[in-house]
């Protein structure tokens, strides 16, 4: 299988183990194991945790942590359709490279992350981009995307929300979609690995794998929770797909380790109070970064998103591309931002506010001061 460099991924790591500053990281503000730990009793935890035997886990993961996951998404799912693995990445590739074929049709929400559509091509799929548009405000046109579905339609793949635009696809375009579906016989793959910060609420549809069996859904202890360390992520969906995937896990990661897997279970039956932090952060930086946009306009077009923690404005007055102005920015200030190449959308930026708030606020005023300097009546 010849697959495509992963634009964004090797962006990330030719940069950021140099980046003083950074607004490039996609999670929510990463929990110390303390922080995590405190959220319960700690002395005991820290017992529990410190007498887990460092040897293989259950490859499909422990029967506590695939009923707390399963326990998500209502009465479609049981244990039997839960596979943990190694991040929402992992699962992804999976449930492509098990469901898709050379000739199948698969459709793709974008922009979107390079893994829900290169696996695909790779595959010999015809991937076709269910396309949001900056100046419809990255509404999604669910009419469009009757008309790219045919016969040969497999997968149809959504990121809800979206990364990186913070778009979501609403309950009842969900619910068409799924109908759809049931009716043509194919598979919806629903990443929703930021489906819980939720800064407008009442935005986010219910998990899609909650609404029907035809949905594949994909879960993470990344970007919501704040726990990208854990590397630990979770397919929800149709026992026979579980399977499939579970073959391919036995030649990528096996299993995942007892650490995570243990850490994962605590933080999914706190996940209410994991929440209630992250989203205290999310939504203060989210007013911040409306406010510093507003103050520059003059550089930048912007939707900002509704849900999670990434925004991707569109630079103008600025003579240079996108990829040129984070070199530039990044060699003289060490500050990492991510260019809109990444994604195949030049001219944009892709913004993470999830994290430290002090840190946001200094990162905007570096970026501020240089576009000021550089380009303010150029």
């Known amino acids: 299988m010849n697959i495509k460099s992963f634009k964004v991924e090797r962006w990330l790591n030719t940069y ?24 319960g009793d700690f002395n005991n935890l820290e017992k529990q945790l410190l007498s887990i035997k460092l040897g293989y886990n259950p490859t499909t993961g422990s029967e506590k942590l695939k009923e707390t996951v399963a326990s998500l998404y209502q009465h479609n799912a049981r244990i039997e359709n839960v596979l943990i693995t190694t991040g929402a990445i992992e699962a992804d590739y999976h449930i492509i490279n098990s469901l898709v074929n050379k000739g199948d049709t698969v459709i793709v929400q974008f922009p979107t992350y390079q893994a829900l559509y290169s696996t695909a091509e790779a595959r010999g799929a015809k991937v076709k981009y269910w396309r949001m548009k900056p100046e419809n405000g990255y509404e999604l046109n669910i009419d469009k995307l009757k008309e790219l579905i045919d016969k040969k339609t497999k997968l149809v793949v959504l990121n809800i929300p979206n990364n990186p635009t913070g778009a979501v696809i609403n309950e009842v375009q969900l619910k068409t979609i799924l109908k759809w579906a049931e009716e043509q016989d194919f598979y919806v793959l629903c990443d929703e690995v930021y489906h819980e910060l939720e800064l407008i609420k009442g935005v986010v549809p219910p998990y899609g794998r909650s609404l029907s069996k035809r949905a594949i859904s994909v879960g993470s202890m990344s970007k919501a929770y704040g726990l990208s360390g854990l590397r630990l992520g979770w397919i929800v969906g149709p026992k026979e ?32 109070k994991i929440m209630q932090r992250n989203l205290t952060i999310a939504r203060k930086n989210f007013k911040t970064l ?89």
């Not at 950021?16 to 110390?32: K, Q, S």
């Not at 499939?244 to 605590?266: H, M, Q, R, V």
């Open 16 to 39: 950021e183990n140099d980046a003083d500053y950074e607004m490039a990281e996609t999670d929510a503000r990463p929990f110390t194991l303390k922080e995590l730990l405190e959220l």
């Open 290 to 378: 409306l406010m510093w946009f507003k103050q520059h306009e003059y550089f930048f077009d912007y939707i900002m998103p509704k849900v999670g923690v990434l925004c991707f404005p569109k630079l103008k007055n600025i003579p240079l591309t996108s990829k040129e102005l984070c070199e530039k920015i990044f060699n003289e200030k060490k500050l990492l931002l991510v260019p809109g190449e990444c994604f195949d959308m030049p001219g944009h930026l892709r913004i993470g506010f999830g994290g430290d708030s002090k840190n946001f606020n200094i990162c905007l005023t570096i970026l501020s001061d240089y576009l000021n300097r550089n380009f303010r009546n150029n």
């Open 241 to 272: 797909i579980v399977q499939k995937c579970w073959e391919g896990k036995d030649y990528t990661t096996i299993s995942n380790t007892p650490l995570s897997d243990f850490l994962a279970t605590f933080a999914l039956i706190n996940r209410e």
